[in-house]
Each structure stands twice: as C-alpha cells, then as structure tokens.
C-alpha cells in the first residue's frame, strides 16, 4: 500500500482538455482586452491641446489700389500679346523681332471722372502689366499677315513705367472673338474723338474770352499825348481811337530806348572831345537834366 501511495504521488498531473484550455485562453484575453470605442472616443474629446504660438512679425494688412476701382470696364477678352522691340541679347544692337508678352484679359476702362478710355492687360498669373496706354482717335488696327484672329497698331505706351512708342500685336481664339474686339477699339476711339472736339471748343472759348478781356482792358488804357500836356483821362472809345493810342504807346517805349541809348552814349565817351552832337529830343534832355550831363 505504501508502494501504491508513492506511485500516485510521483505521478504527473494529467494534462488539460481543450475545453479547460479554451476556457483559460478567454479569461486571459478578456483581462487583456481594450477598452470599449466609446471609451476611447470620450477619452479623445476630453484632451484639448493648450500650446500656442505667437507669430515672429506681425503683418499689418495693406490695402491694394490697381487703380481700376474708379473705372469702368467696357469690354474685356482673354488674349496672348506681342510686342514688336529689341530682345536683350540685342540691346542697342536695333534688331527687332515679335516677343511673346503673355496671356491675359485685355480691357477697355474708362474713367468716370474725365472720361479717358485706355487699354490695360496683365499676365493672367503673375498680374504684371504689359500694355497699357490711352485710346487714340488717329490709331489703326491693321490686320496681321497671314492671321484673321490678330490685330497690330502702334501706340505710347506706359507698361514699363516710362512713355514709349510700341508696335503690339494681339491673338484671339477665333475670327468673331477678333472682330468683336476691333469693334468694340472703334467704339472707343469714336467716343475718344468726341470728347477731344468738345475739349477743343472749350478750349478756343476760353481763349476768344482772354482775348475779349485782353482788349476791353487795353481799351481802358490812358495814354498821354506826346507834347499834349494830357492828363489822365478816359480810355478810347472807338477802333480808331484804340489804334492811335496804341501807335502813341509805341512812339512813347521808342524814345525811351533813344533815351537810354542817348545815356549810354553819354557815359561812356569823352566829355571834351569835339564829336558831332548827337540830336537831341525833349526826352533826351530830361534825361540829360536828370543825370547831370552836359551839352
């Protein structure tokens, strides 16, 4: 019995069924187990970040004028540019050829003050402006050869920040795009030479008014007679009395420049030399009796 007893303690434990091993396999992955989604979720929004960082330079912001903000746009289109000039490696050298000056909307503004209408295109990204000049009346779109969708015209242009003489050339998509663009160039130029003609009649009034006001006030002039003793009394009347007192002014300026002429004559020769007397007038002599010089 005692042998028996020894037997059964040395024995090893009996290894464990599958159903024993299943059941351990769970409760271990249950200890192990993640929390829930919504656990998680809550744990998420509970955590609010607290760092900030302040900017190095503070930038304040600049309003941007493109001077276009007093203007009205009369037609717009999306066009390719060229412009007839020297490239920089022919600088100075007086070889021109067509250089590509990009593509962009060109506009027709005109300005709700005065009136101007001028051409404005910018490059479509860079916003760099490439032609920019005023509407001539005098100007001609020709038609580029071998193209009916181009126009080339010469204008002054202020794109580079200088005035400049520029030959431009301008590419649409089609023909009609092109056409419509010419007609809307003429328009301008129509309104361009109106505004110009009322600006000249203006002009020639205010002139023939300067000229009016210029002769009423010679016509108030007084001019005293030569010898006449006059004193002042009232302007001329008439054409003719306007005309004498003028051919009177002019006889009263020559005997002042006889008269200083006279004096400087006087001055500079020799006062006992025997020379031929000059003719002396009543002008010459007041001159004479007031700078003390003899006969």
């Not at 030959?167 to 010419?182: D, L």
């Amino acid at each position: 019995s005692s042998r028996k007893m020894s037997t059964e303690e040395t024995a090893p434990p009996a290894a464990p069924t599958q159903e024993q091993e299943v059941a351990a396999a769970s409760a271990a992955g249950a200890e192990n187990a993640e929390p829930a989604p919504a656990a998680a979720a809550e744990e998420e929004e509970a955590w609010e970040p607290s760092a900030q960082f302040a900017p190095v330079t503070q930038l304040d912001e600049i309003e941007v004028r493109t001077m276009e903000e007093d203007e009205d746009v009369l037609y717009k289109m999306r066009s390719r540019l060229f412009v007839f000039r020297e490239s920089m490696l022919n600088q100075g050298t007086g070889n021109r050829e067509w250089l590509d000056r990009g593509i962009g909307e060109v506009k027709l503004l005109k300005h709700r003050t005065h009136g101007k209408i001028r051409l404005l295109m910018r490059q479509e990204r860079t916003l760099k402006i490439v032609a920019n000049h005023v509407i001539h009346p005098s100007t001609r779109l020709e038609p580029n050869a071998g193209s009916d969708r181009s126009w080339v015209w010469t204008a002054y242009d202020f794109a580079d920040g200088e005035l400049a003489e520029e030959v431009f050339a301008i590419r649409f998509k089609n023909s009609e795009i092109a056409n419509q663009f010419k007609d809307a160039y003429e328009a301008a130029q129509a309104q361009m030479a109106a505004q110009e003609g009322a600006e000249g009649a203006a002009d020639g009034e205010a002139k023939a008014d300067e000229a009016d006001a210029a002769a009423d006030a010679l016509a108030g002039l007084s001019v005293q007679g030569e010898g006449e003793g006059e004193g002042e009394g009232e302007g001329p009347s008439t054409d003719s009395d306007l005309q004498a007192a003028i051919d009177r002014r002019h006889r009263v300026r020559s005997q002042r420049r006889a008269s200083a002429a006279v004096m400087s004559a006087e001055l500079d020769s020799d006062h006992d030399s025997e020379e031929e007397a000059l003719p002396t007038t009543a002008a010459d002599a007041h001159v004479r009796e007031r700078y003390g010089l003899a006969d």
